[in-house]
């Protein structure tokens, strides 16, 4: 799913207001990973937030489609029905990306890839495809093509020529394995964000009640729609404001409604699977899941006809209460 994110911001005068704050930032995935840390040790935090970067350059190396000999790549380029074993995180985000494709009924899925290129231009412009490009897309698309053994730790696809893509839950499964490396190092007080669009917080600065986040319209950055304190968890964003370019794998068709959509959820993976679904499902689909998973937050603007984008209107989904001020 390629997807370009609204801003998920970090309130900067907020952080700089915290003592014993430490900012690290590494460039990865095609975008800017950060980790803050709130210690008295400012050299221990280097420390641990270089051993989450090591680990965020390793787990690139096995995720990315576009590198040549990762996992992904390697399973990209296998034949129909020919098993191959992969390495720990290439299985578990495959496990986990499987998970959220039936949670939302197909619409997070990550063989998107062949029904992109129909829609896509080499410049990542808008095409119209023929009709007999789309079915032939189809065929190369859909999470059950992708059979896993865990017992074996193998993966395979069941059809030729599909294309997996992690572009929308890779960033947030990489900030979950740099948040468990910094538990490891008892590192209990941290911020890490991918690009600020998968944003995960460990614990809360003493005296507050979470980190503090903005939620900005996609289409005027200055227009904050929420203010969050988070602990504990995880927010991730997606938005069209740079194109219209998600493509709804149900019907193949480019998704429009929604322009921008933020998830809240216990990982930063989930979060960043259900922020690129959540541009896909109806309303009356987002609540459904809201409802059925607890804990779960959904904020949504919806496009409104012949209406500017301050006229849109933004629904929200869940118990967001306890982490919202206006």
Known sequence: MTQSQ???SIVKSNLDSIPGTHRFSYEAMATTFEVIIRSS????AKQAAWAAFDELTRLEG????????????????LAANQPLQIG???FECLQQSLRMYVETNGAFDITIGSLRDCWLNDD?????????????????????????????HTAQL??????IDLGGIGKGYAVDRMAELLRDWDIDTALIHAGGSSVLAIGAPAGTAGWPLTLSSPDNHERILARLHLKDRAV??????????IIDPRTAQPAGAISAAWSCASDAATADALSTAFMIMSADEIEQYCLSHPGTL?????RQEGGDGHKDRVLRFGHWKPILSF
């Open 6 to 8: 609204p801003d998920v």
């Open 41 to 44: 040790r400012a050299r221990y």
């Open 62 to 77: 096995e995720l990315s489609r576009f590198i040549e000999n990762s996992d992904i790549s390697r399973l990209n380029n």
């Open 88 to 90: 720990l995180a290439a």
């Open 124 to 152: 990542k412009t808008m095409r119209t495809p023929s009709q007999a490009e789309l079915a032939l897309a189809r065929q190369r698309s859909g999470s059950h093509l992708i059979k896993l053994n865990e017992a074996a």
């Open 158 to 163: 069941l059809a030729g020529q599909v294309q």
């Open 236 to 245: 991730s964003g997606s938005g069209l404001q740079k194109g219209r370019h």
């Open 298 to 302: 959904a904020m949504v603007v919806m």
